[in-house]
């Protein structure tokens, strides 16, 4: 088993900028595919960013790209979510999670981990 922990969210004003962090602990994701997904109120868990094992791919969800940037350090079995111009439709839980393969994947059936959520809120 693995346990993810996610942290950084907070208000901010619409225009402004935060950085998630999600930090793996119990064991090392360093060779697991990993992603960023949140959930609005009343709607669905949606795909936000996904990394591979090496940082090497990338993808992103149409309403966030240019604007929010996925990264991982394996050494320190952390993965980063950089939002800036964020905008108040980006208000959500957002939770980090991890595949058991090397590729990434925008299906949420496709992660096997999941963090407990930090929460965004966005403010005009």
């Known amino acids: 088993q693995g346990q993810l922990v996610e942290s950084g969210g907070r208000l901010v004003q619409a225009g402004g900028s935060l950085r998630l962090s999600c930090a793996a602990s119990?064991?090392?994701?360093?060779?697991?595919?990993m992603g960023w997904f949140r959930q609005a109120p009343g709607k669905e868990r949606e795909f936000v960013a996904s990394?591979?094992?090496?940082?090497?791919?990338?993808s992103y969800a149409d309403s966030v790209k240019e604007r929010f940037t996925i990264s991982r350090d394996n050494a320190k079995n952390t993965i980063y979510l950089q939002m800036n111009n964020l905008k108040t439709s980006d208000t959500a839980v957002y939770y980090c999670?991890?595949?058991?393969?090397?590729?990434?994947?925008?299906?949420?059936?496709?992660?096997?981990?999941w963090g407990q959520g930090t929460q965004v809120t966005v403010s005009l």
């Open positions: 999670a991890a595949r058991a393969r090397f590729s990434m994947s925008n299906r949420l059936a496709d992660y096997t981990y």
């Open positions: 119990e064991r090392t994701f360093s060779n697991n595919a």
């Open positions: 990394i591979n094992w090496n940082g090497g791919s990338t």
